[in-house]
């Protein structure tokens, strides 16, 4: 049987391991348990297996591991920083940041960690690679005019286009909704980091979150009817999922600790996903890169 859930990042004292939930919050699953950072979990397209990220070997590297917390597999080996995975949609590819030509570049790779593939090459950091549903396509982050800005690029590394414009604020943490009509993205508003959400093609910018509290990391629920994003608005880092258009708020996770790096789905269908990693050099604050 098919069931929805949530793979997420709970960092605590400093460590942090991958763990599991139902949509409402409830029947919380550790998958990892490690003294290292494992974090940034993304799901398979078939719902079987998890990718995260984890610096288990002195470096960080991407792994794969069964649903069951069985099964590991590390899919990059080396001296270079590896980060960020997403597996496309058709199953044929991972997309991930990796720092082996000097700086952050984005690169694809088979599913076994074969045919790598560097697909940006630029003097500042490429990152972020989030899959359009088709896998023709994928959005990233780049920093190329002095702040991070949202591209988009084809599936090869061509033509790539900037779809965010704002001088005054960055926008980073895309994520492509399932119907591939919206990127849900955070950016800066009145202080505070929020969620907005545009057009696949850059059109129609809108903040949906409002208030105080931080909010970031947004990913789209399979269907597309919410959003599940991290946040600080009761003190600690928790998950939280709204409506597209920010409202029917609710709160996933109350726990000390921080509650990040979720990724909703249907195991055995595609799911959307965001990351968060505490242990890197490119690190800044609130664990993003």
Known sequence: MATQRIAYTFADGGNEDIYLIDPDGSNRTQITDHPASDADPDWSPDGK??????????????????????????????????????WAPNGEKIAFASNRDGDL???????????????????????????????KQMAFVAAR??????????????????LTYDPDFPAYDPAWSPDGHKIAFTTHYDGHEGIAIMDSDGRRPIEITTGSADSWLPAWSVDGQEIVFSSNQNGDDDLYAMLPDGSNMRQLTNDIGADVAAAWGVQDVYVQRVFHIIYDPYLPERGRW
């Open 49 to 86: 297996q998890l990718l995260f990220v984890s610096n288990r070997d002195g470096n960080l590297h991407i792994y794969k591991i069964n649903a069951d917390g069985t099964g590991l597999q590390p899919l990059t080996t080396g001296d270079s920083t590896n980060i960020m995975p997403a």
């Open 105 to 135: 570049e984005i690169f694809t790779m088979n599913a076994d960690g074969s045919d790598l593939t560097q697909l940006t090459n630029n003097d500042t950091a490429d990152k972020t690679p989030t899959w359009a549903p088709n896998s």
């Open 145 to 162: 005019d002095d702040h991070e800005e949202i591209y988009v690029m084809d599936n090869d590394g061509s033509n790539q286009t900037r």
